[in-house]
């Protein structure tokens, strides 16, 4: 199974590919994180994490996306541009059939530490482990995507194969919408 | 000028195109919801926006779009919705070299009514007698998004041709994004 694991920011967002089963060593592919100039119109902003995101879709084809859950009590101030990132990476996803997984961050902490309220550094070493790496990933974004990729892969095998046929199934018959013209 | 408003959301997202010049009669040439199943996949329901808002760009053409412009200390429970629907239309206004624009909910009611506290059956009232028509537009996400149009016509028409010209050089010198492969 390989996963694209993308943790959302519009200043920074964290990418991840990781390959493998669930019991077995994973082997990371690729990680980096996709920048966009905060100076920048918000929808330009958007369409170079698009153009980001796509590139990393084509160059990889991950059968999984996983988008960290973002919540809206956290960080007033940055969680807006955390939703809209995180929206681009689903559509990406979605418009090519690909299902995409949402994972709260304890859960990712959980998955790769043990604990849900696990530090940035915590789970930097275990990704380090988990992926024979010779170093934790930097910055944290890249770090944290590929942990969600590895949550995603240890994380309900059968459940993941469901959501693929209906992931398929639903970018064969998109779905359409009305207007009424003047 | 002409304007495609955009009033976010997953499950109805108002449509309108309004065209006109500040101090003249408006016209409204096209009114509507992009509408998505509450119970698909999220990634499904940001497609079907996309392809709403796309067929709405691809009929009309509009030089500007605005979208309202979302607060996340507003209800916890849509704003997220919101705010990635917005995304995906600030997303396909951008990618066309499209400006846009984001006005408050209370910029847009002063705008249209003089009153920034303006209820829902005030704003369609207007917006009825402002474009002319012959009853208020329903649903109200379809006569907020008339009013945004409208309250984009209205505010710093210099202002307008700025954007516009920044935005087209955006859109044809897109920024870029590095990653790192193992």
């Known amino acids: ?50 153009q980001g995101i796509e590139s990393w879709l084509e160059k990889y084809r991950p059968e999984f996306v996983a988008v960290e859950r973002v919540f809206s009590q956290h960080n007033v101030r940055t969680v807006m541009g955390t939703a809209q ?33 696990a530090d940035k550094a915590q789970v930097g070493a275990m990704v380090t482990r988990l992926l024979r790496l010779d170093a934790p990933p930097k910055p944290a974004d890249a770090a944290d995507a590929l942990a969600l990729a590895i949550c ?12 693929q046929a209906v992931a398929l199934h639903a970018a064969k018959a998109p779905m359409t919408s009305k207007g009424r013209t003047a």
Not at 92 to 105: D, F, K, M, N
């Open 85 to 117: 990132a995180s929206a681009v990476a689903m559509l990406c996803a979605a418009r090519r059939g690909i299902p995409v997984a949402l994972h709260t961050p304890s859960e990712v902490k959980a998955a790769v530490t043990g604990s849900g309220r």
């Open 152 to 163: 995603h892969i240890w994380r309900a095998p059968a459940q993941n194969r469901l959501q």
């Open 1 to 50: 199974m390989r996963v694209l694991g993308v943790d959302p920011g519009l200043t920074r967002c964290g990418v991840g590919v990781v390959e493998g089963v669930a019991g077995r060593p994973l082997t990371m592919l690729g990680v980096g994180v996709v920048r966009t100039p905060a100076d920048a119109e918000l929808g330009q902003r958007l369409v170079a994490v698009e």
